[in-house]
DNA sequence: AAATATAGTGTCAATACAACACTAAGTCAA
DNA sequence: TTGACTTAGTGTTGTATTGACACTATATTT
């Protein structure tokens, strides 16, 4: 169904950059480019918007398609659209940043024949378009946001121990943090779910499990209180 | 000259949230729409998004066009595209919000018919499409921001004294300051600069007037520090 | 039983924050 | 000119928060 305008029209994508956390530290995903331009360049998962879809619904069925994902935490990052990120024509993306389990999901490569991996967010592949400039963005929006919301938990598994998550702050935030410290604050922000449970199939004292009380965390989000690590 | 395209496209266009600052409290800026749908109510200041031109251009563009502003300080909010938000086809719509010091400059209506007005914020009549909701999201992410990086020196005129620093912040922040607390932290800040001048034409004692100090802004922010107030 | 590996715990000093009230300096009007 | 008025400008103190710091507990492995 061919469209005429009197105007030309820019045309509008989605971008995703999907983080997870493994032992090695945060990674993101990304897809090979199977056609030109840049074939063969890694790129950040997504595509165009369908006309009778949001802009988030747009974002979850892109990386449904290409990724396999689903049921991710998504939150609209920026948008990009400088004439030229695009040498075919005029194309502006509103990107997206989302955060997974890692175990929870293993991505597969799309029906065609592009490929999808892991990649450590400290050593990227040079990238399609301006992808560099939307993931750094990303990893940005993420670490400020880390700070004073409790978004972290996407990526960990359903049941943690404190030093995980531990270890989860202190691959995002880039710095050591101090453990009593941190599990005083991070106990009093009383989101925290003390399970009867602890660590299985260590070689060493297991570590208590917590869940992230989402109760709890709505309650206290609604009183306004801040949650601030 | 005609576009065609295999698939029916969005439109793009950008909106504009412009703050300013009086006696009275803080202002937006808004025109009154000459045409359909929604003639006759209010809007942001917005329009098409040309191929050449970024998005930010566009923005700035708009404004001057609609509004007579210049070199306001502009950023991105966010991207508002839920089918549905025009009537008429799908518009996407990228969202800046700007601040403008009020004394500068004096707004005046487009070429064409529509007219221009600052409201009070806490005032507003009600919008086209979804400029409502665009606001609400302006003026969330004005009071996030000015927590924490002091934009709202935007809202001032080059000189100004400490009460009326504290007016800006009280206003956006909807909550009473301690003057000293206030004028302690705000000068530990390091980045206002004390003029040897004072206020003229007060029917009392006249207040010292500083200025917003940018490059010792710059400064500190290079240095990671933290300006929150 | 010893070695190893991580879990888990409390104190103290320094800093930041919040509450609080009076004097200083100018204008204006009687 | 003096008194009333209006806003500018200024420090201290108690409280809460933060950051630095080291050892014991518990499980596994050899």
């Known amino acids: 169904m061919p469209a005429t305008y009197d105007h030309p029209r820019a045309a ?42 949001t802009l988030e619904q747009a974002a979850l069925r892109e990386l449904r398609e290409e990724t396999g994902l689903e049921r991710v935490f998504l939150e609209q990052l920026y948008t990009f659209g400088d004439p030229g990120r695009d040498p075919r024509e005029r194309v502006v993306t509103v990107a997206y940043y989302a955060l997974v389990r890692l175990g929870d999901h293993t991505v597969q490569a799309a029906t065609d024949a592009r490929s999808v991996a892991w990649f450590a967010t400290d050593d990227l592949p040079a990238l399609a378009f301006d992808h560099d400039a939307i993931l750094a963005a990303a990893l940005n929006r993420l670490q400020a946001k880390v700070r004073y919301q409790p978004i972290g938990f996407e990526l960990l598994p359903p049941k943690f121990s404190l030093t995980q998550l531990q270890r989860l702050y202190e691959t995002v935030l880039e710095r050591p943090l101090d453990k009593r410290n941190f599990r005083k604050k991070a106990l009093a922000l009383g989101i925290l779910q003390e399970l009867d ?10 570590a ?9 965390y709505r309650q206290k989000l609604a009183d306004g209180f801040n949650f601030e690590l």
Chains 1, 2 share one sequence.
């Open 12 to 53: 509008l994508t989605v971008d995703c950059a999907v983080f997870g956390l493994d032992d090695d530290g945060l990674k993101v995903l990304l897809i090979q480019r199977g056609i030109e331009p840049f074939a063969g360049r890694w790129a950040l998962p997504g595509g165009f918007v369908h006309l009778d879809e």
């Open 197 to 206: 449970e602890v660590e299985q199939d260590v070689a060493h004292r297991a």
């Open 208 to 216: 208590r499990l917590y869940r992230f009380d989402e109760a709890a």
